[in-house]
């Protein structure tokens, strides 16, 4: 994603009459993101409130994303704050940035912070924290320091880093119900 041709195409789109939408703002601050500027994200965030767009979550995570690139934790936290403050429901990427932010700002309490909260918020719902958020999460605090936390919070981080399904889903329920008796091969010996 090219920041000045994001740019461009808004200018040109808007020059055109063409009224500027959250998907639009979005497009240009994921840009600048992208790039690395958050204060050019920053400041189309700023301009889409004054056109009365509604920022969605893509428009925080980008905001979020760009602070974390930084290892600017203290932004990635103010954006956070400022979804929350929006009633924007945070997801699975909000927390996995934050968590990159902790870790670059080489803050690990804060990233097991937020991956603690991401955890209690989403470990019930089915695939929902991914892998990317658990190598995330290894970096910023490290891998046995990540298990250890896995352990504490109930999470199979196996599970998740190496694609084995959901326990608690009706297929694997299944499986298990259908599956030898572990040591029965040895009985008939």
């Known amino acids: 994603c090219n920041l000045t041709a994001a740019e461009q195409w808004l200018k040109h789109a808007c ?15 994921a840009a600048a993101a992208k790039s690395g500027n958050l204060s050019a994200a ?24 760009s602070a974390a690139k930084q290892g600017n934790l203290s ?8 979804c929350q403050a ?3 429901k945070p997801d699975v990427i909000t927390f996995t940035s934050l968590i990159r932010a902790a870790g670059e700002a080489r803050q690990a309490a804060r990233a097991e912070a937020w991956f603690r ?5 989403f470990q019930r719902v089915s695939g929902a924290i991914d892998r990317r958020a658990l190598l995330t999460a290894s970096r910023a ?12 919070v109930s999470l199979d981080c196996d599970a998740v880093l190496h694609g084995a399904p959901d326990p608690a889903s009706p297929n694997a329920r ?9 040591g029965a091969a040895l009985d008939r010996v």
């Open 141 to 152: 605090i490290g891998d046995r320091r990540l298990m250890e936390l896995c352990e504490e």
């Open 174 to 182: 299944a499986r298990r119900e259908r599956a030898p008796r572990r």
């Open 15 to 29: 020059d055109a009459g063409v009224e500027a939408n959250v998907v639009a703002f979005t497009a240009v601050i």
């Open 86 to 88: 929006a009633s924007v």
């Open 42 to 65: 920053e400041c189309y965030f700023s301009r889409a409130i004054k056109a009365h767009v509604r920022p969605n979550i893509l428009t925080f995570n980008a905001l979020i994303h």
């Open 75 to 82: 932004a990635a936290e103010h954006w956070y704050t400022r």
């Open 117 to 121: 909260e991401m955890v209690r918020r």
